[in-house]
């Protein structure tokens, strides 16, 4: 197996810019996004019990997210079509980014070896970036809490 991980970026580094496909078809550009705080989040794979239990956390707080100016971007390796299924069958309120060809996530040093009981493979490590208004790193979640993950990005932000 091939790990095509980069290093990953560091809290103070620039947010490694990018663009690519949401689930509605439209092209989303990170630098797009200067003047607001973002919350990027890597999951490793659509309509999976962990991604799904996240990406309802978030939908359940987004209201409480968009108040507090904080934009959730999510990013993945599945393609446009997984991403458009997932988001409609859970009303996800906010971009899910397709990157098949793994630019992104290798980009942001998510893409790696995982071992889950015992089995070795490649895939998205969860992993979450907050990116301040000027497209600065401000914190890094390596293991987010999936069904607390809402919480944790509004008090990091509400910390720095």
Same mark, same amino acid.
């Given at each position: 197996?091939?790990?095509?991980?980069? =290093? *990953?970026?560091?809290?103070?580094?620039?947010?490694?810019?990018?663009?690519?496909?949401?689930?509605?078809?439209?092209?989303?550009?990170? &630098?797009? *996004? &200067?003047? @607001?705080?973002?919350?990027?989040?890597?999951?490793?794979? =659509?309509?999976?019990?962990?991604?799904?239990?996240?990406?309802?956390?978030?939908? =359940?707080?987004?209201?409480?997210?968009?108040?507090?100016?904080?934009? #959730?971007?999510?990013?993945?390796?599945?393609? #446009?079509?997984?991403?458009?299924?997932?988001?409609?069958?859970?009303?996800?309120?906010?971009?899910?980014?397709? =990157?098949?060809?793994?630019?992104?996530?290798?980009?942001?040093?998510?893409?790696?070896?995982?071992?889950?009981?015992?089995?070795?493979?490649?895939?998205?490590?969860?992993?979450?970036?907050?990116?301040?208004?000027?497209?600065?790193? @401000?914190?890094?979640? &390596?293991?987010?809490?999936?069904?607390?993950?809402?919480?944790?990005?509004?008090? &990091?932000?509400?910390?720095?």
């Amino acid at each position: 197996m091939e790990d095509t991980r980069g =290093d *990953m970026p560091a809290v103070g580094d620039a947010a490694p810019d990018f663009e690519g496909r949401t689930q509605g078809g439209e092209t989303l550009r990170l &630098r797009a *996004m &200067r003047g @607001r705080k973002v919350a990027l989040y890597f999951y490793p794979k =659509d309509d999976t019990p962990g991604c799904t239990k996240q990406a309802c956390n978030l939908r =359940d707080d987004i209201e409480g997210l968009t108040e507090a100016g904080i934009a #959730v971007i999510g990013v993945s390796a599945d393609d #446009v079509g997984s991403h458009r299924a997932f988001a409609d069958k859970y009303d996800l309120p906010f971009p899910l980014v397709a =990157d098949p060809e793994k630019r992104i996530v290798t980009s942001y040093g998510v893409w790696g070896e995982k071992n889950l009981y015992g089995k070795k493979f490649m895939g998205v490590k969860r992993t979450t970036f907050l990116i301040d208004e000027e497209g600065t790193i @401000r914190h890094v979640f &390596r293991r987010p809490k999936v069904t607390e993950h809402s919480r944790e990005i509004r008090e &990091r932000f509400d910390a720095s």
